[in-house]
């Protein structure tokens, strides 16, 4: 059955009116054009509650009762990283049913909300030893004013995604480098990346990239600690051949200015829309390419 629609408060106001002025429920009923029904249950609720307005209605009863409340708070308290699933069935032990979203609402009423932790890396006591600080700040800090326009940023795997193939998409997998100067190489990765393949590409673009870009002999190679980048063969062959690497934290986020680089590059290659893989490692080479050495300075400034 529909549900009726529900009188104006004037239109109420307007009833008890007519009703104070000595006329019956007909009478009003035929002056106002309404249910008789309907003007006798208005005349009712005035005379009984002593007003026209709506009543607080009391709703359906909640499930939770005051105890089962302090005990959601208290665990809560107890345990900031308890969730909602937890709580839901600690009530069931005490045969209290509701549903998971009931008790964040009635958390939330209570000034606790639920919040995403924030990720953090994992650190050891080694990771955070005074080692440690003194790399990321001071060190780094007066070194790289003495070293500006010589230090060459490089970074491996960087998965590049392009969407408008007609049969189903695909990716490329690069490794790039750049310098104040400009950029360096970039190099297409084939097949499973190892500690072979990342020598191989080391060898292959480094030095150019290095002869490209005219460093002096005083430049650095920045890299993260990949197991790739640090793996005996690698280590070796830099140190064989003379490349200064700079020193870099475990666990460290990551604090390359590639990576500005690396969104510059996804958008321009997005916005001229490959439609299969060799466009796609072509594009991305051109637009490589085309990045401006004022672009770069300011990254290994601002680093």
Not at 17 to 23: A, R
Not at 115 to 138: E, G, T, Y
Not at 142 to 168: A, D, H, S, W
Not at 182 to 209: C, D, F, H, Q, W
Request: net charge positive; aromatic share 6%; proline share 6%.
């Amino acid at each position: 059955m529909p549900r009726s629609k529900e009188i104006q408060k004037e239109m109420r106001k307007k009833v008890i009116e007519i009703y104070q002025s000595g006329k019956g429920y007909k009478a009003i009923s035929k002056a106002l054009g309404l249910p008789r029904t309907t003007v006798r249950a208005i005349i009712y609720k005035w005379r009984k509650h002593g007003t026209v307005e709506n009543l607080p209605k009391s709703g359906r009863p909640t499930k939770i009762t005051p105890r089962a409340q302090q005990q959601l708070i208290q665990e809560v308290t107890k345990d900031p990283t308890t969730t909602s699933k937890e709580l839901q069935a600690s009530l069931a032990s005490v045969n209290v049913s509701v549903h998971d979203s009931t008790i964040r609402k009635r958390l939330g009423k209570n000034g606790l909300h639920g919040r995403v932790p924030r990720r953090k890396p994992l650190l050891n006591k080694k990771n955070i030893s005074f080692k440690r600080l003194v790399s990321v700040l001071p060190e780094n800090i007066l070194m790289i004013p003495k070293t500006f326009g010589k230090i060459l940023c490089g970074l491996m795997r960087q998965k590049l995604n392009f969407l408008e193939v007609k049969y189903g998409g695909g990716s490329v997998m690069v490794w790039g480098c750049f310098a104040a100067s400009g950029p360096g190489r970039l190099a297409v990765i084939n097949g499973t990346m190892n500690s072979a393949v990342y020598l191989k590409i080391l060898k292959e673009n480094v030095r150019p990239s290095v002869f490209d870009l005219k460093l002096k002999r005083t430049w650095f190679l920045q890299q993260d600690n990949d197991p790739k980048h640090t793996s005996k063969s690698t280590s070796e062959w830099l140190k064989k051949n003379k490349m200064k690497t700079l020193e870099w934290p475990s666990q460290s986020p990551d604090l390359n200015p590639i990576e500005m680089l690396w969104h510059d590059l996804k958008k321009v290659v997005h916005a001229r829309k490959p439609s299969n893989m060799a466009e796609l490692q072509q594009f991305c080479k051109d637009e490589w390419a085309k990045i401006p050495p004022q672009r770069c300075k300011r990254l290994i400034a601002s680093y």
